[in-house]
Each structure stands twice: as structure tokens, then as C-alpha cells.
């Protein structure tokens, strides 16, 4: 089974620009989380789809959001980059439902904002 | 909240040598433990888990047992590899309505020389 996929795996943009990170979960997982690694402030958790829903959330400012399509695909978008937005994304799936916390995390995607 | 508390290293032993990295945690309910390790470049991969109190999850030479009454889970092995080289991350699910968040600790760098 192919594992978790990410793209792009590195980004560079500048502050005041959006991104779109994407993930694919592994076939058969409906449950997609997102967290954001910082050296300062290591893993934080922002948010979670379960069948296209979002079920859980963490605590980030409005201009991070996501969706999860019919597929279990995801993507997440930052608005209005700000250079502390600088950070690994890394993106995790399961097969969702049950709350076993157990999650396959892809390679992540390292955004670098200038 | 939850949340995780792990020492943070580094941690730098020689091959073979002894290996422990504490962690303690604060949660309501009966959280599941984890411990996640991240290879250089690299998303998290599950190492070992336990779901209950007095459970003891085991691989590749790892374990960590859930203390209840000392809220820790730290994880040992008995010989260590250079190729155990990573950083691991002491985590928690609260399993909230089915949700697969997880808590982590701030990680600790191992590093095993030959």
C-alpha cells in the first residue's frame, strides 16, 4: 500500500502570499489531520477531517483552514503569510473513527515564508 | 488540557549503551500513549502504543509501560543502535467523540555513535 503523500515537499513564498499544501492519505483511511512542526514549538495539531468533515480543531488563527474532498484528500491553505508561519506541515491519515489516536504521517511539506 | 511533558535532550550514548526517555502526562479521562519517532527528513513513524494502565507496548527492542498511578510512560531499550539515531515524541490521544488528535511532547534527539 502506497503510504501518505504530500506536494509539494518544499515551498518558499513571500510574506502576504497564500499557499495550498496538499496531502493524500493511504487508500481506505478516511480521517486526515494536520500538524505544524517549529523547532520553538515543536508538533501542534490544526485540525482534523473525518469524511469530509472537519471534526476537531486546534487553536490557529482563521487565516489556516482546510478541506477534506470525497476521495479523503486534503488541503490546507494559509492566508496572509507571516514569516512565523515558517514550519514543517506534516499531514497524517487513519482509518478514522474510532479515536485510537494511531495516525501514518506523510514527509511533510517545509514551507519557508521570506 | 492534555498535555505531554518528555525531556528534551539530546541525548547522545554510545552503541549498546542503555537507553531511557521520560515522559509524564496530564489528561482527563483514560487516554491512549504513544511514541512516535522521526527519522532525519523524514514524517513520524508509530513505534509503540498502549491503550490502558499497566499495558506495555513493545518494538524493535523499545518498550514503554502506561503508569497510571505516576501518569508516565517512558520508553527504554536495553542496547541501542546507531541506527536508532532519530528524535522520539512522547504523545497522547483523548479520543474525544472519535477524534484521532494527538497531544505531543517537544521530542528528544537521540544520537548513537559508534
Known amino acids: 500500500k502506497a503510504g501518505v503523500t504530500q506536494t509539494p515537499r518544499y515551498l518558499i513564498k513571500t510574506r502576504g502570499q497564500q499557499v495550498t499544501l496538499s496531502c493524500s492519505p493511504i487508500?481506505?483511511?478516511?480521517?486526515v489531520s494536520w500538524y505544524q512542526q517549529t523547532p520553538g514549538q515543536g508538533l501542534q495539531f490544526l485540525f482534523e477531517?473525518?469524511?469530509?468533515?472537519?471534526?476537531n480543531k486546534g487553536n490557529f488563527p482563521g487565516r489556516f483552514s482546510g478541506r477534506q474532498f470525497s476521495n479523503s484528500r486534503s488541503e490546507m491553505n494559509v492566508s496572509t503569510l507571516e514569516l512565523g508561519d515558517s514550519a514543517l506541515y506534516l499531514c497524517?491519515?487513519?482509518?478514522?473513527?474510532?479515536?485510537?489516536?494511531?495516525?501514518?504521517f506523510g514527509p511533510g511539506t517545509r514551507l519557508t515564508v521570506t | 488540557g492534555n498535555s505531554v511533558t518528555q525531556m528534551e535532550g539530546p541525548v547522545t550514548l554510545s552503541e549498546e549503551a542503555f537507553l531511557t526517555i521520560n515522559c509524564t502526562y496530564t489528561?482527563?479521562?483514560?487516554?491512549?500513549l504513544f511514541w512516535y519517532v522521526q527519522y532525519p527528513g523524514e514524517g513520524l513513524q508509530l513505534l509503540l502504543k498502549?491503550?490502558?494502565?499497566?499495558d506495555k507496548g513493545s518494538n524493535k527492542g523499545f518498550e514503554a509501560t502506561y503508569r497510571k498511578e505516576t501518569t508516565s510512560f517512558h520508553l527504554e531499550k536495553g542496547s541501542v543502535q546507531v541506527s536508532d539515531s532519530a528524535v522520539y515524541f512522547c504523545?497522547?490521544?483523548?479520543?474525544?467523540?472519535?477524534?484521532?488528535?494527538?497531544?505531543f511532547g517537544k521530542g528528544t534527539k537521540l544520537t548513537v555513535n559508534p
Open positions: 497524517a491519515s487513519s482509518l478514522g473513527g474510532q479515536g485510537t489516536g494511531e495516525q501514518y
Open positions: 487508500s481506505g483511511h478516511r480521517s
Open positions: 477531517y473525518f469524511s469530509e468533515t472537519q471534526r
Open positions: 489528561a482527563t479521562g483514560y487516554p491512549s
Open positions: 498502549a491503550t490502558k494502565a499497566d
Open positions: 504523545a497522547l490521544s483523548g479520543s474525544q467523540g472519535g477524534s484521532e488528535k494527538l497531544v
